[in-house]
């Protein structure tokens, strides 16, 4: 057990692989175990998780820096931008930068058929191209190794122009604030740094974007008022972004909406300073170069292997081990990833 901003986590030491998925707090296990209880006694209704639907959405706004009427409930980051793809018209140019994580590519690669053509280009060339393109799609920090993208630069580089730009803020949201409202698009998924289950996801339209849109998950959520759109014709969907709602997974929308409520009280200048100073004394240690990320590669012959040996969570991206600082992580998990990789 340890304790982190004020909130207790189960997690072990050690855990350094909140970029694949995070720890949530005792706080969210206890909602999920009652709402399981619940089920199990079968004194669930459908109505009792309007309330995290809610609350997940307008914590989503806050974090996301994006008006809550903008905000949709997805299953994941891939299938809230689908809509999107298939708005776009026959022959669309889409940039991402190489090594893009394939939920921000693929959506728009699997229409080739219409001849959309999705190029990659290295990250720092993004902003400087992004005009010549129909939308540019790009994680705000980089799965594989924690590169961020120059949001200002590419803000400089679209604004005025008609190309669409989209922001998957997955690794970002939960440890770091950055200006994202000016974007198209923002998505996040809830399982990594919002500390939430898998199976729902979160993501914001513009007012510019919206009306392109077709709503391919209509249902009753969308509505609006599920309990007044459960039969029937004709089609009734709200007037905001909740008619892109997909009808929620219960279980996990309680346990994102947890998260995301505690998530969105915290101070998160001070979450950063926190993760990217572990993050920061590791480079150090380790004679990597500076970063600016919560995401530490380290491209080191069998780094995975003597940090798993010394019972470090970590993963394998690209080739190198990597490493990711979170708000629960202590100045211990930074020694026993130094001690290990000094061996």
């Known amino acids: 057990m340890r304790e982190a901003f004020g909130a207790t986590f189960i997690g072990p030491e050690g855990y350094l692989n909140t970029a694949s998925y995070g720890l949530p707090p005792t706080a969210t296990v206890d909602a999920l175990e009652r709402v399981h209880r619940r089920w199990a006694a079968g004194t669930a209704v459908g109505s009792d998780f309007d309330a995290d639907i809610a609350t997940g959405r307008a914590a989503f706004a806050d974090l996301a820096g994006v008006p809550v009427s903008s905000v949709t409930m997805g299953a994941s980051v891939a299938a809230l931008l689908g809509p999107v793809a298939s708005a776009l018209p026959d022959g669309a140019r889409v940039l991402v930068p190489e090594g893009e994580f394939t939920s921000v590519s693929f959506p728009f690669a699997a229409h080739h058929g219409r001849d959309v053509t999705v190029t990659e280009a ?33 803000r400089a580089a679209t604004e005025g122009s008609d190309t669409i730009v989209i922001l998957d803020a997955t690794q970002q949201l939960g440890w770091l604030q950055l200006d994202l409202g000016w974007a198209d698009v923002v998505v996040s998924s809830s399982y990594k740094w919002l500390l939430g289950p898998t199976g729902i996801a979160w993501g914001a339209y513009s007012d510019h974007l919206v009306d392109r849109l077709v709503p391919h998950h209509a249902n009753r959520y969308a509505g609006g008022a599920p309990w007044d759109t459960t039969y029937g014709l004709p089609l009734r969907l709200t007037d905001d972004a909740r008619r ?5 997974a219960w279980f996990p929308v309680v346990g994102s909406a947890a998260s995301l409520a505690w998530i969105s009280t915290l101070d998160i200048a001070e979450v950063t300073a926190h993760c990217r100073g572990l993050a920061d004394r590791a480079r150090t240690a380790l004679g990597l ?10 491209p080191t012959e069998h780094a995975a292997a003597r940090l798993q040996e010394a019972g470090v969570r970590a993963s394998v991206r690209q080739g190198a081990a990597r490493i990711a600082f979170a708000l629960y992580n202590t100045e211990d998990d930074l020694d026993r990833v130094v001690r290990a990789l000094h061996a």
């Open 122 to 154: 290295p990250l720092h060339r993004l902003p400087e191209a992004a005009s010549e393109y129909d939308v540019v799609a790009v994680s705000t920090v980089q799965s594989a190794d924690g590169a961020r993208v120059d949001l200002t630069a590419l």
């Open 244 to 248: 892109f709602d997909i009808s929620p």
């Open 289 to 298: 170069p500076p970063g600016d990320s919560a995401i530490v590669s380290i």
